[in-house]
């Protein structure tokens, strides 16, 4: 009597198990991109992207060693790119940098510079930091692998002592129009 209400038991949780596999997707289709913003827009972020950003990373990448090629290719878009809102060690009208690699992980990074828009509107770290900040990260179309070349050279400075801003990368570089970014 005993074994057959163990095994009464035993099928009734895999019957369980296996429909809410069913119902949750287990093994099912991948989320489209379209369905992962709904789901952000509604506030409801995984794990991974409350800690790692919202955007096209979607996993910790492999990091190696500091690649200098990749560093310095990085060092000159920063200075086109991001020296406009951006100083290693001093507040412009975004937040210094030189540390952001041991603040954030490389995802994190990565996506906020891919997907900056999202994440000033829809991430709960974003949304402070524009609140912080009273403006929008401006969108710079930035690929992949620019990403990874910023990222190269954030990872290069980030253990470096900080510098006069007349040596901040970019020096001079004017701010944007105080309403250009915040209008988005």
């Not at 379209?34 to 492999?62: C, D, K, M, N, Q």
């Not at 001093?90 to 996506?111: E, F, H, M, Q």
């Not at 990872?155 to 915040?182: C, I, K, L």
Request: aromatic content about 6%; some cysteine; proline content about 10%.
């Amino acid at each position: 009597m005993k074994v057959l209400r163990s095994s009464s038991t035993i099928l009734a949780l895999l019957l369980l198990i296996s429909i809410n596999a069913a119902l949750n997707g287990c093994g099912g289709k991948e989320e489209t991109l379209t369905e992962r913003e709904a789901r952000w827009v509604e506030g409801r972020l995984t794990s991974f992207e409350y800690e790692h950003g919202i955007g096209p990373v979607t996993e910790e990448p492999e990091l190696g060693p500091i690649d200098p090629a990749m560093a310095e290719k990085g060092k000159e878009l920063f200075i086109q790119k991001c020296a406009t809102c951006h100083y290693l060690d001093i507040k412009k009208t975004g937040p210094p940098l030189r540390d952001v690699t041991k603040r954030r992980s490389a995802a994190y990074v990565l996506n906020q510079v891919q997907n900056p828009e999202k994440m000033g509107k829809l991430h709960p770290d974003g949304k402070k930091l524009v609140a912080q900040y009273m403006q929008y990260m401006t969108i710079q179309g930035i690929t992949p692998e620019i990403a990874r070349q910023l990222l190269e050279f954030l990872r290069s400075v980030a253990d470096q002592p900080p510098v006069p801003a007349e040596q901040q990368p970019g020096f001079g570089t004017p701010p944007p129009p105080p309403d250009s970014a915040a209008a988005k």
